[in-house]
């Protein structure tokens, strides 16, 4: 068994961990190692072969693998530690970390753990499709690695169910590389994905998006043949004489991603029910002391940009933390109201200046978000348009009246 210390443990090495570790060490952390249990680091980020990330961040637009490159240099110019390979297998609120690899079992204790494990596709079985058991179903993230990562086809004539930014990227992809895409089907009557994608991968390759409709059974012998979709309605039920066969060989899933936590349950972290992630104060810290959570493991972002920003915040916050800084109990709770479907951080012990993220529940035009304390405004904002595929940032000025009050704040969007 290998033992050792650190003052930084970060689990996970794709963008959200890169830059946390990278933070951390900028920041006065001597030691910082990641443990990663793939085969490189940088995450998904070498099969993300299209452009775009990085412009939000640096004003330069990079492919995927160039962001990733750019990242994994600036962790070696920091000496920063990258264990590939390497499976954490549990932590402890004491920050004692066990992991394996091909050296055996390491034992490590950390004055700080940053969560940044990422996230994990949505099957067929989340969506309980009924049908014949067959092969030529993927996620859309599986179809992604196939073609960029290994040059493999997964098929000729594709249907994809689901409008996540992943599936519409894929839409296009496929196009390129050849293949008919028959169409993107949504079972909400609003795209899942960011607009600018709609746009440019679907609109801009005549794609069909189909609105209001699912897949209700597959079918095929060995490979799939064919699948059929119809409209839904209010309840989301399917309405039987809408229903159409679509001839096909591929169903690629781009169902919604889950944030990747079970290390965090079984750590007895507190789990936000809607976000799938860790609930966290305005540090981004844990319920338990010395625990932070970052990007998509603790909610699932937009842009890699954005996620990156926010680890750097983490990454910093960690390397400041000491044995001696206690977790603190006090503090408000941060409620989801009105037009609202989540709110980060979900706890607030500090007063001051401090930046929160949200998702409204659905599309609208104008609307105003408020911060509430009470019936008292705290922030009033006008927002010209709202839609959930569109994360929200704002700046929040806490009061030490309102945090010494207990009461919790609410967000609401009207």
């Known amino acids: 068994m290998i033992n050792r210390q650190v003052d930084v443990a970060v689990i996970g090495g794709g963008p959200a961990g890169l830059s946390a570790a990278i933070s951390a060490k900028e920041h006065g952390a001597n030691s910082v190692v990641i443990l990663d249990r793939n085969s490189w680091p940088g995450g998904i980020l070498p099969q993300c072969i299209h452009d775009g990330f990085g412009v939000e961040e640096t004003g330069e637009s990079m492919t995927g693998p160039e962001y990733a490159t750019k990242y994994i240099e600036m962790a070696k110019q920091e000496n ?88 519409l990227i894929m839409a296009r992809r496929l196009r390129f590389e050849g293949a008919n895409v028959l169409g993107v089907v949504e079972i909400l009557p609003y795209a899942s994905g960011l607009p600018r994608n709609v746009v440019q991968c679907l609109k801009d390759y005549d794609i069909p998006l189909f609105f209001n409709h699912t897949v209700t059974s597959i079918a095929g012998r060995e490979r799939l043949e064919r699948v059929k979709i ?52 305005q540090n981004f810290e844990t319920n338990l002391g010395g625990v932070f959570a970052c990007g998509n493991c603790l909610q699932v ?54 930046q929160l993220t949200l998702r409204a529940d659905k599309p609208k035009d104008v609307s105003t978000l ?45």
């Open 301 to 354: 972002y937009d842009t890699v940009d954005m996620l990156s920003l926010d680890a750097k915040r983490v990454g910093k916050n960690a390397a400041k933390y000491t044995d001696d800084q206690k977790q603190k109990e006090n503090g408000i709770r941060l409620l989801s109201g009105e037009g609202v479907r989540y709110v980060v951080p979900q706890r607030i012990n500090e007063y001051g200046k401090m």
């Open 370 to 414: 408020y911060v509430l304390f009470g019936a008292k405004e705290i922030l009033k904002k006008r927002l010209p348009w709202v839609n959930p595929a569109i994360m929200i940032k704002i700046d929040v000025d806490i009061s030490s009246k309102v945090l010494e009050s207990g009461q919790s704040l609410e967000v609401k969007i009207k």
């Open 230 to 281: 119809a409209q839904v309605d209010e309840n989301m039920v399917p309405i039987s004489e809408t229903e159409q066969e679509l001839k096909c060989d591929t169903l690629l899933l781009s169902l919604g991603l889950i944030p990747e936590n079970e290390l965090s349950k079984n750590a007895n972290i507190e789990i936000d029910e809607i976000t799938g992630g860790p609930v966290v104060d």
């Open 80 to 167: 920063v530690e990258i264990m590939i390979q390497t499976m954490v297998l549990q932590f402890d609120e004491k920050q004692n970390i066990i992991a394996v690899n091909k050296n055996g079992i390491h034992t490590i204790k950390a004055k700080a753990i940053v969560l940044a494990m990422g996230c994990r596709e949505k099957t067929r079985w989340h969506a309980m499709i009924p049908g014949d058991r067959l092969s030529g179903i993927f996620t859309a993230g599986v179809a992604q690695s196939f073609i960029n990562l290994y040059n493999i086809m997964p098929g000729k004539n594709v249907v994809i169910l689901g409008s996540g930014d992943v599936g």
